[in-house]
Nanobody, 120 residues
Framework: QVQLVESGGGLMQPGGSLGLSCAASGDIIAVNDMAWYRRAPGGRRELVARITHAGSTTYSDSVKGRFTITRNNAANTVSLQMNSLKPEDTATYSC??????????????WGQGTQVTVAS
């Protein structure tokens, strides 16, 4: 069984910084792409950032230049450093990873989500 466990998030003033982390654990053979998604209240889930196993990154236009995604392949973790936060960054952030476990083929797994609120 594979689990993604997120940590970080919380309440921050506009212009501040927050960090999120996500650790994959379980009967893992390999991890491919890892990513962060978010869903604002009443909104649709959107991709925030993605990182390949080799370290290539993709960002949504709304966070480019402010957020940085990194990963540690040895530890099966992915992090998101969020700087210059704006109120519109307020959302539930979820970790996603494409993982091959001992129990079957490649599959997308999701974390439980962590709340980020940006307000004065």
């Amino acid at each position: 069984q594979v689990q993604l466990v997120e940590s970080g998030g919380g309440l921050m003033q506009p212009g501040g910084s927050l960090g999120l982390s996500c650790a994959a654990s379980g009967d893992i053979i390999a991890v491919n792409d890892m990513a962060w998604y978010r869903r604002a209240p009443g909104g649709r889930r959107e991709l925030v950032a993605r990182i390949t196993h080799a370290g290539s990154t993709t960002y949504s236009d709304s966070v480019k230049g402010r957020f940085t995604i990194t990963r540690n392949n040895a530890a099966n973790t992915v992090s998101l450093q969020m700087n210059s936060l704006k109120p519109e960054d307020t959302a539930t952030y979820s970790c996603n990873a494409n993982i091959r476990a001992t129990t079957g083929p490649w599959q997308n797994y999701w974390g439980q989500g962590t709340q980020v609120t940006v307000a004065s």
